[in-house]
């Protein structure tokens, strides 16, 4: 692709506008070069340096991700999608758009200038996208990380100027192209902030100052010492159960005998176990988010241990629907969703690589090898026409579209399965991506939706993978999916509005 503009060469003819425009950007330049800067001459070439290539802010977001909070992960993975959505757009349209040569060095001390110059085109400038991408997609999903992050963005973006290689309009327009790719990444996936926790149907439940009757089984493999110590520090009468996930059910049942309340705390998988228990013994259930993903636990409104301790004290809570799956002599019950199709492949390859790799590298690569696969796990036959299927997804509750994702739910007792189904094609992937980014994934040719109270499916393939709030089981045959209204009481603090 060739440069379409060549900010180097005169057009033909008088242009006023941009003539006094990059005067004026030159003499700004000009003028940033004879201030003198205190204190930035042994900061910012380092800093810009170690913004090469974005390794300051993996590092960065590796910090993030290092506090264990399921906000500080969050704005980690949400500033990194940013700064590759504004990284992608600079290389791919912004400096093969535009060609403008470098500033000329001459009035700038040669102890601000860089060691290795840059060769690409300067406008505009990428390490001022990448900055701000970061920063503001940070700041949109934590605004206190933000604040921590900003100033350091702010020094990189700076720090272009400072060293001579950017002209002031080249940082502007990469901070603009950057808080843009960072609010685009936040049309596909909001972030927590815009969604408000459900409210309703609200549970008296038992009031535990002290957290006498409250028994949390906690599972190991989800590093969650921290989190049980900082809750027993809160709810000093509590008891934690710590185990290994092979031991998680049976510590569950016996914690189910002896409690008043049955506490958890780990991933989906593990508070899906907690929630069948408490059913069968009636019990309430408490649950401390400790997974990687801990959908339940975000959409109910509990993000940490702060929230989880004040309810338990209040004993402030809310009623949930409960979805249930049957297939002969197996069944089971979801608190998130099920799916049939590429899903549970998903599941199975992320479980595959996670022992080695760590869960979120290995979800990347799991969908990675899945959707590259273009392979149609499922069929459906309509109308005496067998059709391929790439993915059929069962919510418990309705999915408000958020872009790539079937999105969070903001009621957890609307009585509604919330059913979706991918038709199969060529690339079926693409073609939700492309529909994703236009709009509500139900205008998608490839994408069907509809809510239901209850689903049967008939003609289920042996040996068909059923992935059901992170877990895989095999189904076949007759399936059927019941909810069951707002059975189970689980804590959450009572929010104002």
């Known amino acids: 692709m060739s440069p379409d503009v060549d900010l180097t060469v005169p057009l033909p003819g008088r242009h006023v506008l941009r003539d006094r425009l990059m005067a004026l950007d030159c003499r700004l330049f000009e003028f940033a070069a004879e201030r003198d800067w205190p204190a930035a001459e042994p900061v910012l070439p380092r800093l810009s340096r170690s913004a090469n290539h974005g390794v300051l802010w993996f590092a960065t977001a590796a910090a993030l991700a290092a506090s264990r909070t399921p906000r500080g992960r969050r704005a980690a993975a949400r500033g990194l999608a940013s700064l590759s959505l504004a990284s992608l757009t600079i290389n791919t349209l912004g400096k093969r758009s535009v060609r403008r040569t470098r500033p000329v060095l001459d009035p700038v001390p040669l102890v601000r200038q860089l060691k290795r110059q840059p060769i690409t085109t300067s406008f505009p400038s990428g390490h001022s996208a990448s900055a701000v991408a970061f920063a503001t997609g940070v700041a949109l999903e934590s605004p206190s990380w933000g604040a921590v992050v900003a100033p350091v963005a702010f020094s990189v973006v700076m720090s272009r100027v400072y060293t001579g290689v950017h002209f002031p309009s080249d940082v502007l327009a990469g901070a603009a192209l950057g808080a843009g790719a960072a609010f685009a990444v936040r049309g596909l996936v909001p972030t927590r902030t815009r969604l408000v926790p459900p409210a309703r149907p609200r549970a008296d439940l038992p009031a535990l100052p002290d957290g006498e009757g409250l028994i949390v089984v906690a599972n190991t493999a989800s590093g969650s010492a921290d989190r049980v110590r900082t809750l027993q520090d809160g ?9 290994e996930p092979a031991d998680v059910r049976d510590e569950l049942e016996k914690a189910a005998v002896r409690a008043r309340v049955l506490g958890v705390c780990g991933g989906d998988g593990t508070v899906n176990t907690a929630a069948e228990v408490a059913l069968r013994h009636g019990l309430p259930l408490a649950v401390l988010p400790g997974g990687t993903l801990n959908h339940f636990a975000l959409d109910l409104g509990v993000e940490g241990v702060r929230d989880l301790t004040r309810a338990v004290q209040r004993g402030e809570g809310v009623h949930v629907d409960v979805g249930r799956f049957a297939c002969g002599d197996r069944q089971g019950v979801f608190l998130n969703s099920c799916s049939l199709g590429v899903y549970p492949e ?7 690589w996670s022992p080695r790799i760590g869960g979120w590298p290995a979800g990347v690569l799991a969908a990675l090898r899945v959707l590259r696969a273009d392979q149609h796990p499922l069929e459906a036959e309509f109308r005496g026409r067998t059709r391929p299927l790439w993915l059929l997804f069962v919510g418990n509750g309705t999915y408000h579209r958020m872009g790539l994702a079937p999105g969070r739910r903001l009621d957890l007792a609307d009585g509604q399965f919330d ?3 991918v038709h199969g094609s060529r690339r079926p992937a693409l073609r939700l ?5 236009a709009g509500p994934l139900t205008r998608s040719p490839a994408h069907a939706a509809v809510q239901v109270k209850r689903l049967r499916l008939s003609g289920v393939a042996p040996g068909t993978p059923l992935a059901y709030d992170g877990e895989v089981t095999e189904v076949a045959g007759e399936m059927t999916l019941e909810k069951l209204p707002e059975a189970l009481a689980v804590y959450r603090p009572r929010l104002s509005n």
Do not use: G, K, W
Request: net charge neutral; with cysteine; proline share 4%.
């Open 346 to 352: 998903l599941v199975r390859e992320r479980d595959r």
């Open 433 to 437: 991506l492309a529909a994703a980014v």
């Open 419 to 421: 059913v979706r189904v």
């Open 235 to 243: 709810l000093p009468l509590a008891e934690v159960v710590e185990c």
